[in-house]
């Protein structure tokens, strides 16, 4: 069931990604995370450089933020969690043609529990 959404900030819409990009990073980080068919989803946003910014640091154009937020029903340890983060950024990375130094994961709270998918809770 990990939902992933992933904040790209861009300067245009010339660096959005195309269907077959999205759907492909689906197709691998549903195989990263072990899920069945339809069992990984992803989506993409946007966000407008100029609603973007790093205290006291002028950014280069170059720098591509992107933010990798991950919801899991349960977490998995923190050495699972420290090489399944390397690896989310490795494939975001490659599949937005974007430096994996740039590709920061954020694990949110566990979903277990808080979220209802058609109205019926996850609670196992």
Do not use: C
């Not at 492909?24 to 195989?31: C, F, I, K, R, W």
């Not at 339809?38 to 002028?58: C, L, S």
């Not at 998995?76 to 950024?89: T, V």
């Not at 920061?104 to 058609?118: E, N, T």
């Amino acid at each position: 069931m990990p939902i992933v959404t992933i904040k790209l900030v861009t300067h245009d819409e010339s660096e959005y990604p195309d269907k077959q990009q999205v759907q492909s990073l689906a197709d691998e980080l549903g195989d990263l995370f072990g899920s069945g068919k339809g069992g990984t989803w992803i989506k993409v946003e946007f966000i407008p450089m100029d609603m973007y910014a790093e205290n006291r640091a002028e950014i280069a154009p170059n720098v591509q933020s992107t933010f990798v937020e991950v919801l899991k029903s349960d977490l998995p340890s923190m050495d699972e969690r420290k090489a399944e983060a390397l690896r989310i950024a490795q494939v975001v990375a490659a599949g937005l043609r974007r430096p994996s130094e740039n590709v920061h994961v954020l694990y949110l709270p566990p979903a277990k529990g808080r979220i209802a998918f058609g109205g019926k809770l996850l609670d196992t």
